[in-house]
């Protein structure tokens, strides 16, 4: 600082501009940052910021509040469930399995915990009876097919590869309620499973067109999908 009284400090600067260099880390005991050449020792002797040997410096420093995100500079990959593929093993191989449905004949073995734990209708029908020791229950009103797709909903979580096969068309015509989304629609409400309504529903509605519309809206009414009725109202006013 000017210790003449004129006010000429040397100033370098105000922090009026953000640090070109970006925010500097003292990593250890003698870490320098700043210009070493910022007034040469002659001109310093013989000015007047010196007097009587001492100097005065005033500083103002800026301290930049960060902190370092460690998951960008390292990370570990977690790999997607796979509680699915585990449970859809279950399924497959019929390890375990307790109870036999008879569909139409064709026979399914699962277990009755993973039944209950996924849908409240099962859960009911299977240990609130008065036999609650059963082995075997007969499905009156589902296709093996449709069954089958149910299985896998509830064991892996998703569609099975011949509910994703239906082609789009099949919605089109006057038998939308025989195709197999159609019917597994009408087993999820059935079974109370909202997820795999939600999926049917999805499904539906990309096939919603004039001509299909009525029929989708009469399947979205009679199986309370009550998303898929909105898009078929919606798309109806709209468009007839």
Not at 56 to 76: K, Q, Y
Request: glycine fraction near 4%; hydrophobic fraction near 40%.
């Amino acid at each position: 600082m000017d210790q003449s009284g004129k006010g000429k400090h040397k100033v370098h600067s105000h922090f009026d501009r953000s640090l070109e260099s970006g925010p500097y880390t003292l990593k250890y005991r003698g870490s320098m940052w700043g210009y070493k050449r910022f007034f040469r020792r002659a001109l310093l002797e013989t000015s007047d910021y010196l007097k009587d040997d001492c100097l005065i410096i005033n500083c103002t420093v800026g301290v930049v509040v960060s902190a370092i995100d460690c998951s960008r500079l390292h990370s570990i990959q977690v790999p997607e469930s796979d509680i699915g593929a585990h449970f859809g093993m279950l399924l497959e191989n019929m390890e375990g399995s307790d109870i036999t449905f008879d569909v139409a004949g064709e026979k399914f073995h699962s277990h009755k915990l993973v039944l209950a734990a996924r849908s409240p209708v099962f859960r009911s029908e299977i240990f609130d009876g008065v036999d609650d020791q059963k082995k075997e229950m007969v499905i009156t009103d589902l296709e093996p097919r449709v069954f089958k797709a149910l299985l896998h909903f509830i064991y892996r979580d998703t569609l099975s590869e011949d509910v994703e096969s239906v082609e789009s068309s099949s919605a089109s015509l006057s038998s939308v309620s025989e195709t197999l989304i159609a019917k597994l629609l009408a087993a999820a409400d059935r079974y109370c499973l909202e997820r795999l309504k939600l999926m049917c529903e999805s499904r539906l509605c990309k096939n919603i067109s004039v001509n299909s519309v009525a029929k989708i809206l009469a399947l979205a009414d009679e199986y309370h999908a009550t998303e898929l009725k909105a898009v078929c109202l919606r798309f109806a006013a709209e468009n007839l």
